[in-house]
């Protein structure tokens, strides 16, 4: 789970200074086996959502990683031996 926590929490930086610059843009949550990525569009062919709903910009960063960490644990996404 320390890999999962890692991840979410280097996106969540990511995404809190992109969002902070502009409020109007529309982030989402997605996965692939070994990643995890916070972005608008899906960052590749082999990307799925983990979370249909948009991140609000509302939200704080503690919001964000606790629903991401609930959300991503349902979800494939581990790196092998993880």
């Not at 843009?25 to 960052?43: C, H, M, Q, V, W």
């Not at 990307?47 to 494939?76: G, N, T």
Request: glycine share 4%; charged share 30%; hydrophobic share 35%.
């Amino acid at each position: 789970m320390n890999w999962l926590y890692e991840q979410v929490n280097r996106e969540v930086d990511k995404w809190f200074f992109e969002q902070g610059r502009d409020i109007f843009r529309r982030f989402y949550l997605y996965y692939t086996n070994g990643d995890i990525k916070i972005s608008e569009d899906a960052p590749g062919e082999n990307y799925r959502l983990a979370m249909a709903e948009r991140i609000s910009p509302a939200w704080s960063k503690e919001q964000v990683k606790y629903k991401a960490v609930e959300m991503l644990r349902r979800c494939p996404c581990l790196p092998e031996g993880a």
